[in-house]
């Protein structure tokens, strides 16, 4: 597979054989993967699809590359999946965002919960998210994505529970160890639902959400669904709901 760049931008307009001066990020990856003229590549703006490339120059500071055909395909999963995680420390966002973008999520909530570790306000939590969308990109790349899944500011757990149940949102579950229900069941008896309306997926931090916490969510209208008797731990968790659905939705 050529290497893959995300070129996207409000201003990259990708015109079959036009000439298209590479950004500055790409170029220094470029240069990290020892590309040279002549190598092929591929270019996507997140606008849906890819474009085959040619490398034409790649100096220090500039490359240019000419743009090839467009290629209609895409690499997402049949069903539109929002993880809303509670902030976990250590690398362990950084880790399971990158996993949960090869297994197709479509958005990421990180959630400020009452026992996570790690407290992200102002300008701390902004460049978080700046760094974790980085991430989203590179694993995009990788994958062989061509749309970026959005990783949505840090929220507190209550605002954003409030307004959790807006368009798009789904069918929401609370994953729980305490649910009376396993994930696979409760996916087997709403296939066409969640195919068509999507699922948003509760995942509390290392400590798990408070009693409080689930209590809330359950009025807010989230149903508990569990993942066996095994507590997996919080970067698991997400991942091992997503494998699920894609199983069982027919992601794979
Ligand atoms: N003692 C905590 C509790 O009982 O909630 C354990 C938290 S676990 C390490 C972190 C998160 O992973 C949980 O809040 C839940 O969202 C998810 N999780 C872990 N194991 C699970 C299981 N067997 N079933 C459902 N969710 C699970």
Redesign the pocket.
């Known amino acids: 597979m050529a290497p893959r760049f995300f070129v996207g931008g409000t201003d990259t307009i990708l015109a079959a054989e036009a000439e298209f001066p590479l950004p500055e990020p790409v170029v220094r990856h470029a240069q990290v993967l020892r590309l040279a003229p002549g190598d092929a590549i591929t270019l996507f703006d997140g606008r849906g699809g890819s474009h085959a490339a040619t490398l034409l120059e790649l100096g220090k500071r500039h490359a240019v590359a000419r743009i090839g055909a467009h290629d209609a395909a895409e690499a997402e999963p049949p069903f539109r999946v929002t993880l809303a995680q ?1 902030l976990a420390g250590g690398d362990k966002m950084d880790w399971l965002i990158e996993k949960a973008v090869e297994l197709g999520v479509a958005a990421i909530q990180p959630l400020q919960a009452n026992r996570s570790v790690v407290r992200l306000t102002g300008d701390r939590a902004q460049k978080r998210q700046a760094h974790w969308q980085a991430l989203v990109q590179a694993a995009c790349e990788q994958c062989g994505r061509n749309r970026l899944p959005a990783v949505a500011p840090v929220a507190n757990f209550e605002t954003w529970l409030a307004q959790s149940g807006g368009s798009g949102a789904g069918a929401r579950l609370l ?3 305490r ?1 009376e229900q396993s994930l696979p069941a409760y996916v087997a008896e709403r296939r066409d639902a969640l195919l068509a309306d999507g699922v948003t997926l509760l ?7 408070s009693p409080e916490e689930e209590r809330t969510a359950r009025q807010a209208g989230f149903t508990g669904v ?9 970067e698991t ?1 997400g991942l091992a709901c997503l494998s699920t659905l894609n199983a069982l939705l027919g992601g794979f």
Do not use: D, F, K, Q
Not at 204 to 209: A, F, K, Q, S
Not at 226 to 234: D, F, M, N
């Open positions: 509670g994953v729980s160890p649910a995942i509390g931090p290392e400590g798990g959400l569990s993942l066996g008797p095994r507590i997996l731990r919080t968790a």
